[in-house]
């Protein structure tokens, strides 16, 4: 409008915006980056390519200043260290413990099965701790570090993103208010890749190439499906009863025993059950969890997020203006971040897909709590418990055979 | 061995050409996911990228960079400065006035919004080119901290004249620091690195389609680049290239269909990709293209 003043149109739009935010929008009211005062220093344990992402998330943060970095592989160490301003370089966590007090905070990104003795060390020495998913790699290294955080002072959040993540934190509220009654979920990972890192060093091999080791790997079901499986956890609030699973090699055959594809399937003492599909052995469709409700459907794939309804369910309002995209012969709602401020400016589509991977808002949720106390997005309780589902899981595939989940009291 | 992926609206491909079968797999994908981060990072069409985050905050605030992206933005404020202005990766709001849309092409990035403009959305986002002009100069780079800075409104980051090469340059180092001696890498044809010779031969031989002085280059440890302005349009017929110093597609290389390709040659992809692009928009070779650099137009031509 030229003169300034809101057409009908503009009006319903921004209304309905209004009401989308209400209903669909993930919240990201408190997704802003906090800006501690003085800032957060952070140390990172664990220099590879999932440290080189948390690093590129921390660098956006306003406020939070990564002050120290350790590897005990010094190839890995080097190379971080000439890519970030002004950290120092430790090779053993306890001397980055021991000499750089100041340190308040560290992220364990190191090889799953080391992450006990480090953050043991970390929250005994004071430090707030954020561990990556999943916690450990055996049942009983997971209870000792949910045992540890509950006897610290400090913060220790467990990496599992979905609960941290804006799309997801609105998808958990939609299920139950859209979806009505869950009929059954489905979840897959798929990637090429080998999951093999290069080592030019043939005594760094197995250390390199933990995932491979079947004495220490807990293969794609606890190293990847953990973190979606998380999300179904969330979302009924409840932990599966029984675990089936196989394994096979399909593609990468190279001497390995770790299986490159997996099936699994999750079942609920009221009788849902999650179907599970990963593979390293193709990449069509990439990392999704669709959540299959009675009045209708919720697809999730990280920084998107879509809510298509059932023919009779119930229509809202706000949906004749909410943006949808065609997936084959549905029509799917987008799940908008922002939308109120984006409807107010008549530009919901530029809203589609997250301003963050979801890696970053884990980490922001980190540091406002280290930094706030405010309550941490997802507990080493609650972390642990997700992954000792994996690494149940995980037993499932290699014994063949189905386990029982112990009831998590 | 030939491994590929899709990024940057193009298809990547390395081809390695010595080694131990795992090993070699194993270092070509990591050099494989070294151009996936970069297609994460630079793409400015996914809100969830650095270049999406650099152009929401870094007009507020100093965003720090890792050594890499500062690299990549020093270099490209240099050849914005040597080329007078020829190349200039705060041209988001000229592209987007041109008519382009993101690709729907990701590298394990999930779903990518395709935010394709219909003609009359196009004709209301284009501005006229004065007011479309958002410049380098804006973008302050401080070399004891490792931030970036935008000191004036409107710019926007647009790095994909630039990026492809960047991601070769980062993609070979990862194969070099594995020990990979010989290899091929390059991004939609038109970007290539190379690394060693292929085994028994002087050079890896790259033929140019078209009528070159020199129809085939030989490459060893360098690179290529190779930029004109028919190989994208817009729907609406507009080139790929923009001419920053005028504030549209009407340089001297994307006036008119058939415009002079060029093709240049250097130690990095990067350079060299930022550089074709400078010099198509010029339309000729000028002193300040940097030493070890070479450059050719197709027909021999330069104005």
């Known amino acids: 409008m030229s003169d300034g003043q809101p057409s009908r149109r503009d009006f319903m739009i921004q209304a309905a915006g209004a009401l989308t935010a209400y209903a669909v929008v993930p919240d990201l009211a408190g997704a802003t980056s906090p800006v501690p005062t003085p800032p957060l220093k952070v140390g990172l344990i664990g220099a590879g390519r999932q440290g080189r992402a948390i690093v590129a998330e921390l660098q956006k943060m306003a406020g939070v200043e990564l002050c120290a970095v350790c590897d005990t592989v010094a190839g890995r160490l080097d190379a971080m260290l000439g890519r970030v301003k002004g950290a120092e370089g430790f090779a053993d966590h306890r001397a980055l413990l021991g000499q750089r007090p100041d340190v308040a905070a560290l992220v364990v990104a190191t090889p799953t099965h080391l992450h006990r003795a480090i953050v043991d060390d970390a929250l005994g020495a004071g430090r707030h701790v954020y561990c990556e998913s999943p916690l450990a790699s055996t049942v009983d290294d997971c209870r000792a570090i949910a045992a540890a955080a509950s006897r610290a002072t400090t913060v220790c959040q467990a990496g599992f993103q979905g609960r941290s993540n804006p799309t997801y934190k609105r998808a958990q509220t939609l299920v139950r208010s859209e979806l009505r009654d869950l009929v059954s979920i489905e979840a897959r990972s798929h990637r090429k890749t080998s999951w093999r890192f290069p080592s030019s060093d043939p005594s760094l091999e197995r250390l390199v190439n933990w995932r491979l080791d079947p004495d220490v790997s807990t293969g794609l079901a606890g190293e990847v499906a953990a973190q979606q499986l998380d999300v179904a956890h969330w979302f009924s609030g409840t932990y599966p009863v029984r675990i089936e699973g196989r394994g096979e090699i399909r593609h990468h055959k190279d001497g390995r025993t770790v299986p490159d594809t997996i099936d699994l399937q999750l079942r609920w003492a009221d009788g849902l059950a999650l179907q599970y599909h990963a593979t390293l052995a193709n990449s069509y469709g990439a990392q999704t969890e669709t959540f299959y409700g009675v009045n209708g459907t919720i697809r999730l794939a990280w920084t998107h997020g879509w809510l298509f309804k059932e023919p009779d369910a119930p229509t809202q309002g706000w949906e004749v203006y909410a943006t949808r995209q065609q997936h084959f012969n549905s029509e799917g709602i987008v799940l908008i971040a922002n939308a109120t401020q984006l409807a107010a400016q008549g530009d919901l589509k530029a809203g589609i897909g997250l301003p963050h991977p979801s890696l970053y808002y884990a980490l922001e949720d980190f540091v406002r709590s280290a930094t706030t106390g405010a309550p941490v997005a997802c507990s080493a309780e609650e972390g642990a418990r997700a992954s000792i589902i994996g690494i149940l899981a995980n037993q499932a595939v290699i014994g063949r055979a189905p386990v029982d989940v112990p009831v998590f009291g | ?303």
């Not at chain 2, 969830?48 to 905050?57: G, K, M, T, Y």
């Not at chain 2, 992206?69 to 080329?83: E, Q």
């Not at chain 2, 194969?175 to 050079?203: M, N, R, Y």
């Open chain 2, 1 to 303: 061995m030939l491994l590929a992926t899709a990024a940057m609206g193009t298809r990547f491909e390395l081809t390695l050409a010595a080694g131990r079968s795992h090993d070699l797999r194993a270092a070509g994908e990591a050099a494989l996911e070294e151009i996936a981060i970069w297609h994460r990072r630079l793409s400015r069409f996914a809100p969830d990228s650095l270049v999406s985050h650099l152009n929401r905050e870094a007009h507020h605030r100093a965003v720090p960079l890792d050594a890499e992206t500062f690299a990549l933005f020093d270099d490209a404020l240099s050849v914005w400065r040597a080329s007078n202005g020829a190349f200039d990766i705060a041209c988001a709001p000229l592209v987007t006035a041109s008519g382009f849309a993101p690709s729907a092409t990701s590298a394990e990035s999930g779903p990518e919004p395709q935010r394709i403009p219909s003609p009359d959305t196009r004709m209301r986002a284009r501005p006229s080119p004065r007011s479309a002009r958002s410049t380098s100069d804006a973008i302050e780079l401080d070399r004891t901290r490792w931030t970036v800075k935008f000191t004036k409104p409107g710019v926007s980051l647009d790095l994909g004249a630039i990026g492809k090469g960047h991601a070769l340059d980062c993609a070979a180092a990862v194969l070099v620091a594995h020990g990979v001696t010989s290899a091929l890498l390059h991004g939609g044809t038109s970007s290539v690195v190379t690394i060693g010779a292929p085994p028994g031969a002087d050079g890896w031989r790259v033929a140019l389609a078209g009528n070159w002085d020199v129809g085939v280059l030989t490459l060893v440890n360098s690179a290529m680049a190779i930029s004109h302005t028919d190989s994208q349009r817009s729907a609406s017929g507009a080139s790929h290239i923009v001419d920053p110093r005028v504030g549209g597609a009407r340089g001297p290389a994307a006036s008119a269909v058939g415009a002079p390709r060029v093709v240049v040659t250097g130690p990095s992809a990067r350079l060299a990709d930022a550089w074709a692009t400078a010099l198509a928009v010029m339309g000729q070779i000028p002193d300040t293209l940097p030493a070890g650099y070479q450059a050719r137009f197709e027909n021999g031509h330069a104005t």
